[in-house]
């Protein structure tokens, strides 16, 4: 069975985005992060046993804004330089759409359709909490349909993030109820379930057969609240629409310690479940064959 990391970023420091933008990103945990290419993903999969991941870049030059490096707005990792790594990687990796919609939403909607016809892309990604709209605005319905359109899933960034200019009134992952009742059949992946918002992540994910949670970056909070939210998911019967993604950390342990930590409460995830969660839905889902 394939294993596949569904949300993995690369960025070239400072050619995609400035020195104290990435500072900021990760100042609370005082993690040193430079610039990370297709190259340094393929063996970031190798070092944690995975066969395939998911690249994004991103476009937030419209948002970003610090005071104190007012001209210093360029965070942008083009879609093109996105599939250049992929090309380069052997079959390793896979490409993920990212855009800023609210910059220009029909050029939004050809550069999605152009980036799974032409450069086989996988999967949409949209950051609300960073382009400051709400995931339900009416505007994104364009996108919404052409997804529908091209049968393509859509991540959809939900929960904190310690980015000063993100608006947090856009990060509760409830908002994504209104897409889900409106859009039956559109496939949406939760991104990160929410945190510290998880009960809402894991009662969205819940509620829409056609929701899947992801738990990305939850190395920062450890294996006791991944192991309750994975109980919570497989009493609530949505176990089976979990998909793996690391944000480029190393999970194992984290994985390994939620399953012990669920099964001395009472939950066993099976072994059948983890190999869903590690790779099978998603390789389903993303259309990724062993």
């Known amino acids: 069975m394939v294993t596949i990391d ?20 990760y100042a609370p945990w005082g993690w040193e992060v430079g610039s ?15 066969d395939v991941g998911m690249i994004q870049g991103g476009d937030i030059r419209r948002t970003t804004h610090h005071p104190e490096h007012p001209h210093d707005r360029r965070v942008l990792v083009p879609n093109d330089y996105v599939a250049r790594q992929v090309a380069k990687s052997g079959g390793r990796l896979y490409g993920v759409a990212a855009m800023d919609p609210l910059r220009d939403i029909p050029a939004a909607v050809l550069e999605l359709e152009r980036c799974v016809k ?4 996988r999967l949409l990604k949209l950051v609300p909490t960073y382009h400051h709209y709400n995931p339900k605005d009416r505007r994104l319905d364009p996108l919404y349909e052409k997804c529908l359109e091209l049968d393509l899933p859509v991540m959809i960034h939900t ?4 980015t000063i200019n993100s608006a947090m009134e856009f990060q509760d992952p409830i908002q994504l109820d ?11 992946i939760v991104a990160h379930l929410g945190y510290p918002w998880v009960d809402e992540g894991v009662a969205v994910v819940a509620k829409h057969p ?9 190395t920062a909070w450890g294996p006791e609240i991944l192991a309750g939210a994975l109980s919570k ?17 190393d999970a194992r342990d984290l994985y390994r310690d939620a399953r012990r930590i669920a099964a001395s409460q009472g939950t066993e995830i099976t072994d059948e479940e983890m190999a869903g969660i590690m790779g099978g839905t998603a390789a389903e889902l993303f259309g990724i064959s062993a």
């Not at 990370?36 to 995975?50: C, F, K, R, S």
């Not at 032409?118 to 892309?121: A, H, N, P, V």
């Not at 998911?233 to 629409?241: Q, T, V």
């Open 118 to 121: 032409e450069l086989d892309f």
């Open 210 to 218: 056609n929701f899947y949670a992801e738990m990305a970056g939850w």
């Open 178 to 188: 209104d897409i889900g009742r409106r859009y039956r059949d559109l496939k949406v």
């Open 233 to 249: 998911l497989k009493e609530l019967g949505a176990i089976d629409r979990v998909v793996f993604g690391s944000d480029n950390t």
């Open 36 to 50: 990370v290419d297709g190259p340094a993903i393929v063996e970031h999969l190798d070092a944690t046993g995975l």
């Open 6 to 25: 569904c949300h993995l970023h690369v960025t070239e420091v400072p050619e995609h985005a400035p020195e104290w933008w990435v500072r900021e990103m």
């Open 159 to 162: 929960g904190w993030t310690a």
